[in-house]
């Protein structure tokens, strides 16, 4: 069974920085892009990074540019998403995502219920 585990989450000040963890298990992840979306209350969920399989080619949504950072540790299986610069704005549940094959390399548009979604971990900005 495929899991996806997001850790690393919680309540920091404006300013501040964290970095989130997505651990997969059941399946070995290496050639798999992953992806991280957000979902704030009452807001779609919002695609902002994601990593190719093999190389690790990161691409972002034009508003995670300059304060995320996606990378992938494939010995772990997981990745990462670094977050500088927190914003009030910020504050939502983050989620970490992959398709259900590894030939599918473009998953910014993957949606709920596509492929795996981990359960998602909070993230709250305080300003």
């Known amino acids: 069974q495929v899991r996806l585990v997001e850790s690393g989450g919680g309540l920091v000040q404006a300013g501040g920085s964290l970095r989130l963890s997505c651990t997969a298990s059941g399946r070995t992840f290496s050639d798999y892009a992953m992806a991280w979306f957000r979902q704030a209350p009452g807001r779609e969920h919002e695609f902002l990074a994601a990593i190719s399989g093999g190389r690790g080619v990161t691409s972002y949504a034009d508003s995670a540019a300059g304060r995320f950072t996606m990378s992938r540790d494939n010995a772990k299986n997981t990745v990462y998403l670094q977050i500088d610069n927190l914003k009030p704005e910020d504050t939502a549940v983050y989620y970490c995502?992959?398709?259900?094959?590894?030939?599918?390399?473009?998953?910014?548009?993957?949606?709920?219920?596509?492929?795996?979604w981990g359960l998602g971990t909070q993230v709250t900005v305080s300003s």
């Open positions: 995502a992959a398709p259900q094959s590894s030939r599918n390399q473009n998953i910014a548009n993957l949606k709920l219920g596509e492929g795996y």
